[in-house]
């Protein structure tokens, strides 16, 4: 089993909520984030938020899905990111990531 998750801005829950949708993922649960860049620390992550230090309001999209699903939303986030100009800003961030145990 694989946790994905995925991260948008605000305006861009409806398409992750769309992705995940027609990629085979009923089942999810989603919060409200607030990202910050202070650029305070600058890692390799250009691409993460805006060049300011304004409050951005996000989304958080997580759920417990076979690989093979996990793999096809992926493929799904990357090619919204490079088929919308609207990405090039704030492009969606997901991720997968092993689920060692569970109980």
């Known amino acids: 089993m694989k ?3 995925i991260m948008a801005i605000e305006s861009h ?9 027609n990629n ?3 089942v999810y649960s989603e919060t409200d984030i607030e990202g910050f860049n202070t650029q305070q620390h600058k890692p390799d992550i250009s ?3 805006a060049a300011d230090t304004y409050k951005r309001l ?6 417990i899905q076979d690989e093979a699903t996990v793999a096809v939303v992926l493929e799904a986030v990357k090619k919204h990111n490079n088929t919308n100009p609207e990405c090039e800003n704030y492009p969606l ?3 997968q990531l092993n689920v ?3 109980v």
């Open 3 to 5: 946790l994905l998750l």
């Open 13 to 21: 829950a409806k398409e992750v909520r769309k992705i995940l949708q």
């Open 24 to 26: 085979g993922v009923s």
């Open 47 to 49: 691409s993460w938020f």
């Open 58 to 63: 996000s989304k958080l999209f997580f759920s």
């Open 93 to 95: 961030h997901a991720f």
């Open 100 to 102: 060692e145990a569970s």
